[in-house]
């Protein structure tokens, strides 16, 4: 084989192995083959089968955990499990991995507000469609004058209104898609650069939201959600300074 051959091999770097045997266990387990609840074979039956050592399938095990796929219990009755499906757990670890980009200047303020607009108002929408009553009780608690909080708390419960709306949805996915985006922008922004008639008017924005969702009128639901969404465009902007 010459050089100019080996230039045009296609190839893949190999993986360590604990990383190998992590991706095959994680392929079973996102495919359902390997379903909730079940208990995976001990350490040592796992080294067999991949014909790895032990060392290698614990780290494999310890890099599923991370990643909230498995569960590991100690005991007679303990080994690890597949864990059973929490929206919250991968939200938080798509945020983390979103934080790190952003904080790399890898991704904007303006692409995660984009990316708000595409998800956001449809999800009022549904919720306009959907809420039941404790959803609109939650709501509506979202929306109380926060002009007099510190600007950190102020923050938390402008947050909470918009989880509170997304999760009234009834869509777990459409949740879980938004609040990493949403946890990324909360840690990025400077909190304490809004004057306190800002709030207000976000406050009253968030208001005319919950009338429309509490309404049943989607339409106006998801149009408001876009203007309010727009319309704090600048502020984040002025916010990231």
């Known amino acids: ?9 296609r190839v893949r770097p190999v993986q360590a192995a604990y990383r190998q045997v992590a991706e095959q266990l994680r392929d079973q ?18 080294g067999g089968m991949f014909g790895v050592s032990r060392s ?3 780290e494999a095990l310890r890099l599923l ?6 569960d590991t219990a100690r005991g007679v009755t303990g080994g690890s499990f597949v864990a059973a499906p929490d929206a919250g757990a ?16 890898n991704m904007s303020v303006d692409n995660l507000l984009e990316a708000r607009l595409l998800l956001e108002p449809p999800a009022a929408r549904l919720a306009a469609e959907r809420a039941d009553a404790a959803d ?3 709501l509506r608690e979202t929306t109380e004058k926060t002009g007099h909080l510190h600007p950190d708390e102020g923050f938390a419960v402008h947050w ?25 922008l909360r840690t990025r922004l400077h909190r304490d650069r809004v004057a306190r008639e800002v709030w207000e008017d976000i406050d009253a924005e968030h208001a005319r939201v919950h009338e429309a969702v509490a309404a049943g009128d989607a339409d106006a639901a998801e149009e408001l959600v876009r203007e309010h969404l727009l319309a704090l465009r600048p502020l984040y902007e002025r916010m990231e300074d």
Do not use: W, Y
């Open 56 to 58: 290698t399938v614990r």
């Open 90 to 105: 991968v939200a938080e670890h798509l945020g983390g991995t979103l934080g790190l980009l952003v904080n790399a200047r």
């Open 65 to 70: 955990a991370s990643q909230h796929l498995i």
């Open 1 to 9: 084989m010459t050089a100019d051959d080996g230039a045009k091999l």
């Open 160 to 184: 909470d209104f918009h989880t509170t709306l997304v999760a009234a949805s009834g869509n777990p996915l459409l949740r879980m898609m938004c609040q990493p985006v949403n946890a990324v």
């Open 136 to 138: 609109l009780a939650e």
């Open 29 to 46: 387990i996102v495919s359902g083959a390997l379903p909730s609840g079940a208990k995976l074979p001990s350490e040592a039956e796992l």
